[in-house]
T-cell receptor, first 114, second 114 residues
Framework: DAKTTQPNSMESNEEEPVHLPCNHSTISGTDYIHWYRQLPSQGPEYVIHGLTSNVNNRMASLAIAEDRKSSTLILHRATLRDAAVYYCILRDVQIPSNTGKLIFGQGTTLQVKP | DARVTQTPRHKVTEMGQEVTMRCQPILGHNTVFWYRQTMMQGLELLAYFRNRAPLDDSGMPKDRFSAEMPDATLATLKIQPSEPRDSAVYFC????????????FGPGTRLTVL
């Protein structure tokens, strides 16, 4: 499985945008980029995923570099409820037995200050 | 909102005892995952099933752990005998095979083995 690198922690102020970076220099052409987050004392929850194009949903936006070696999760207006560990994960869809399998790294702990 | 449910939410047991954790996946999902989370190791994939058949259990200690899906609405993870190093939060997740393969996590079972 291709590896991702994320900062251990980041801080943000409430109601300001947050850009969470992820490096994945060994990404392959068939790797999807997934983001999950884990709020305190809860299970992880899906945030967003993409392959090549930028993606938007109600929770966040995902900006993918043209060479796909990095991506950025964007929270447009951070709230206190967004304080969580954010995981950037690559998933190769070409290996049938790995379909759906996620390998979690250490993630980025996001603190949101009032 | 359809959710993954896990029971029990908390379990305290003594070393050597058998522990059974249960998971009810979201109706219609055909893939079920078991993860373990500790401070030291983070989130680790233990095993997963598709259409009730085990696809990969390479992350699971084989001598004491076993995972089964007796039917489409129930997945179980058993530890026998339990050891203090098994203390962790165990998460179940379910999803449907496909390009997105989003996983939906349960609230977890917090296991403490004394």
């Amino acid at each position: 499985d291709a590896k991702t690198t994320q900062p251990n922690s980041m801080e943000s102020n409430e109601e300001e945008p947050v850009h969470l970076p992820c490096n994945h220099s060994t990404i392959s052409g068939t790797d999807y980029i997934h983001w999950y987050r884990q709020l305190p004392s809860q299970g992880p929850e899906y945030v967003i995923h993409g392959l090549t194009s930028n993606v938007n949903n109600r929770m966040a936006s995902l900006a993918i570099a043209e060479d796909r070696k990095s991506s950025t999760l964007i929270l447009h207006r951070a709230t206190l409820r967004d304080a969580a560990v954010y995981y950037c994960i690559l998933r190769d869809v070409q290996i049938p037995s790995n379909t759906g399998k996620l390998i979690f790294g250490q993630g980025t702990t996001l603190q949101v200050k009032p | 909102d359809a959710r993954v449910t896990q029971t029990p939410r908390h379990k305290v047991t003594e070393m050597g005892q058998e522990v059974t954790m249960r998971c009810q996946p979201i109706l219609g999902h055909n893939t079920v995952f078991w993860y373990r989370q500790t401070m030291m190791q983070g989130l680790e994939l233990l095993a997963y099933f598709r259409n009730r058949a085990p696809l990969d259990d390479s992350g699971m200690p084989k001598d004491r752990f076993s995972a089964e899906m007796p039917d489409a609405t129930l997945a179980t993870l058993k530890i026998q005998p339990s050891e203090p190093r098994d203390s962790a939060v165990y998460f179940c997740a379910s999803g449907s095979a496909g390009a997105g393969d989003t996983q939906y996590f349960g609230p977890g079972t917090r296991l403490t083995v004394l």
